[in-house]
């Protein structure tokens, strides 16, 4: 049916008496102008002003015809192949690769197809190529490090408009090995998918002979000189009795190597090895078996892992008489989020009776240890409100002991600690660097902050929050910290104690925290036990608050590890995690301060991130809500491998650059920890989308299932019956020519 449509909303009648009306009134006037010339001369005058007339009125109503054609239609059929390095696998019993069996297929099934469809080939692996055509197979090869089968069905749907689409053949070993699971993506498909299986299950062949390491167990962390244990866990098929040398390697360099004899049992056999890594830093671990000449699949017998090792741990023992408000503050904001302290607290609510509080595996302490090896475990004790009495004279010389051989006792103040305590005559209380009364001296119980002596202002346990404490005859900046709830009252400090802090509302100016040397270890006297106000504090640094920057110095001195921040502008990275699936994003984050050491917002934050090829990306960080100076960044890697991360920041006319960062996307030879043909996971596709699941030796009744009766499509057309720029050329011509014959025709 044909319909004719006007402008503005004009009738194919009123069209029709405009012209009408236009031609009679052009008529009469011709007639009469030029009747009285020959008849066929005043007739081509009227015939062109009649046309001119025609072409201006089209130009006015603007018609249109509007009419439906058929045409013939070819809907669009996609193959997805994988070309994933475990397709190059020779299971068949010909000895033909998987990916040449898919290859093969798709070209004889395209011959069939090629008539009455419109036929698409897209290759993947751990990402979707681009469309290819069927001539251009190949050109393909199994090499990809990496299996998407959620990134391919996502490309398949993009590649024609649904109402286009037949069908679309996924053909694969359906082993998948990135981070979304591809029944995310098929349940919520509205194209039917065709999987078809390549690959046996390898270990029902007699014939396969193969070692494979199934497992690396390889912490992400490692402390420095510090016993390690890494487990590999080896499958050997069809190989038992064989003698095989088990690497392990550090960085591509050999570090030990053992003998493994292979056996038949189901299940892994572990190989462990013990290493106290002596270098700190990033670095990649590998546990490798050389192949043997009948092995049917080599590249599965390595695995690797990155790691860092860094300072060993600082182990803390915390002995609390009162689960008061300090010691919760102290567990859940500091000891508890410092990734570089290990910790056990023991308070004692009643007679041997203890809540317990720990992040170290493998040791359970039920009351106070006594024994010299389990104290020995630990670097720094922080007594708070326990009487001595709690502590035998066994447990007290024991932690004695310790500190003279390098330990760090921390004593706080409390209703029960110092004085009141009874520690004056005891042997912890002999290394303290104050002197104690007895247990009928007061508590100080008027709000103070504490005023930093000028050794003080120096000392590392106040590196970078000085500022925020009076001294000597100056006060602390305008943010200074909320007051101490007063203190618990010591004597005068020792001769070879150090006094950091004093109290300036006592007139003999008493010391608030006071440091000793005692032989080879160190201890510390702070009679506060309300720091836990200091949390509310703007952040400073990249810590929550000053409490945070104030015990996590506090404790590393004691320890022995003095590693303050320094006030220098500086940025630091870091990754979420150290190892990453082919498609899981890298979550980056930085600290950048400036020259006071304090976290800035005007940084200009990038990330390069560099793939073993030498091929690189930028991405920039990002400024986050909260404590100044943190930037953030998601990063989808489009490498796979060992990439380098170099994180750089601008900050006015400085450059600063972090400490190269390394990670892993996807392990090496990934593609081959899974061997055998994953026919639940085609199958499940299947049934998500409404397709079905055949083996390739069976698939080509899929093929033949297509509808392949013609296909006619209605198209909707509109055709306008004017060109504007023609139809004013055309009547500019017919104007002219007629002012031309008029005038030749000696008229005006």
Not at 29 to 43: I, M
Not at 68 to 88: G, H, I, N, W
Not at 459 to 479: C, K, L, V
Request: hydrophobic share 40%.
């Amino acid at each position: 049916m044909v319909e004719i449509s006007l402008a503005n909303g004009a009738s194919i009648v009123s069209l029709v008496l405009v012209l009408a009306v236009a031609a009679g009134l052009v008529t009469v006037f011709y007639y009469r102008k030029f009747g009285e010339l020959k008849r066929g001369r005043w007739q081509l005058l009227l015939l062109l002003r009649l046309l001119a007339v025609v072409i201006v009125v089209l130009l006015l109503f603007r018609p249109v015809v509007h009419f439906y054609r058929e045409e013939r239609q070819k809907p669009t059929v996609v193959f997805l192949l994988d070309t994933s390095a475990s397709m190059k696998i020779a299971d068949d019993v010909s000895g033909i690769p998987r990916f040449t069996q898919a290859r093969d297929k798709i070209l004889l099934w395209a011959e069939r197809l090629k008539e009455h469809f419109a036929l698409q080939v897209i290759p993947f692996a751990e990402r979707a190529g681009e469309t290819i055509a069927i001539s251009q197979l190949g050109t393909l090869s199994p090499d990809g490090p990496a299996t998407s089968l959620s990134r391919a069905l996502v490309a398949a749907t993009k590649a024609a408009p649904r109402s286009e689409m037949e069908a679309i053949f996924l053909v694969s070993d359906g082993i998948h090995n990135s981070a979304r699971k591809p029944e995310e993506v098929s349940s919520r498909m509205q194209v039917p998918v065709f999987t078809i299986g390549v690959g046996t299950s390898l270990k029902t062949d007699a014939s396969f002979k193969d070692i494979q390491i199934t497992g690396l167990d390889c912490p992400s962390r490692m402390m420095l000189n510090n016993l390690t244990r890494i487990k590999a866990f080896v499958e050997a098929v069809g190989l038992a009795g064989r003698v095989v040398k088990v690497v392990f390697l550090e960085d591509g360099q050999t570090i030990q190597e053992q003998e493994l004899v292979l056996d038949d049992q189901p299940g892994p056999q572990e190989v462990m090895f013990e290493y106290r890594p002596p270098v700190k830093g990033r670095h990649v671990y590998a546990v490798r078996i050389d192949p043997l000449s009948e092995e049917k699949i080599p590249e599965n017998n390595e695995r690797s892992a990155p790691a860092l090792v860094v300072e060993a741990q600082i182990k803390v023992l915390y002995l609390e008489g009162t689960l008061r408000a300090e010691y919760g503050a102290i567990v859940d904001r500091f000891l508890s989020k410092d990734p570089n302290i290990e910790f056990y607290a023991l308070v004692q609510v009643k007679k041997n009776t203890f809540v317990k509080r720990t992040n170290m595996e493998g040791l359970t302490l039920e009351s106070i240890p006594s024994d010299e090896a389990t104290l020995n475990q630990f670097d720094v004790f922080i007594i708070g409100d326990l009487d001595s009495s709690f502590l035998s004279s066994a447990q007290q010389e024991a932690i004695v002991n310790r500190i003279k051989n390098g330990g760090g006792l921390i004593m706080l103040g409390g209703y029960h600690s110092l004085g009141p305590g009874g520690y004056a005559n005891t042997p912890i209380g002999q290394i303290l660097p104050v002197e104690l009364g007895d247990r009928d001296i007061g508590q100080l119980t008027d709000p103070f902050l504490p005023e930093l002596t000028p050794d003080g202002r120096q000392h590392p346990i106040f590196a970078n929050i000085a500022r925020f404490f009076p001294t000597g005859g100056s006060s602390a900046e305008q943010q200074q910290l909320p007051p101490l709830d007063g203190c618990t009252r010591v004597g005068p400090a020792r001769a070879a104690a150090t006094v950091l802090a004093i109290c300036p509302l006592t007139g003999e100016r008493m010391p608030v925290l006071a440091v000793m040397p005692v032989e080879n270890g160190r201890t510390a006297v702070f009679t506060g036990d309300t720091t836990r106000k200091w949390q509310q504090v703007p952040r400073v640094l990249d810590q929550e608050s000053p409490f945070l920057q104030f015990w996590g110095q506090f404790v590393r001195w004691a320890a022995g590890r003095s590693e303050q921040l320094e006030a220098k502008a500086s940025v630091t990275a870091a990754t979420d995690k150290a190892a990453y699936e082919p498609d899981e994003p890298i979550q980056l984050s930085a600290v950048v301060r400036d020259q006071r050491g304090e976290g800035t917002d005007k940084a200009k934050v990038t990330a390069t991130i560099r793939a073993p090829s030498g091929a690189f990306d930028k991405v920039a960080l990002v400024s986050t809500p909260g404590p100044g100076g943190h930037y953030s960044a998601s990063y989808e890697p489009r490498f796979h491998g060992t990439l380098e991360i170099e994180v750089q920041a601008e900050l006015e006319d400085e450059k600063l650059t972090a400490e190269k960062l390394i990670v892993e996307v996807g392990r090496p030879y990934l593609e081959f920890e899974k061997l055998d043909l994953d026919e639940k996971t085609l199958t499940q596709i299947a049934a998500d989308t409404g397709g079905r699941y055949a083996h390739i030796s069976a698939a080509d009744q899929l093929i033949d299932q297509l509808n392949q009766a013609e296909r006619k499509k209605r198209i909707y057309v509109e055709q306008p019956l004017f060109w504007p720029p023609l139809f004013w050329a055309i009547f500019v011509a017919l104007v002219t020519t007629e002012w031309v014959l008029r005038r030749r025709f000696q008229l005006r």
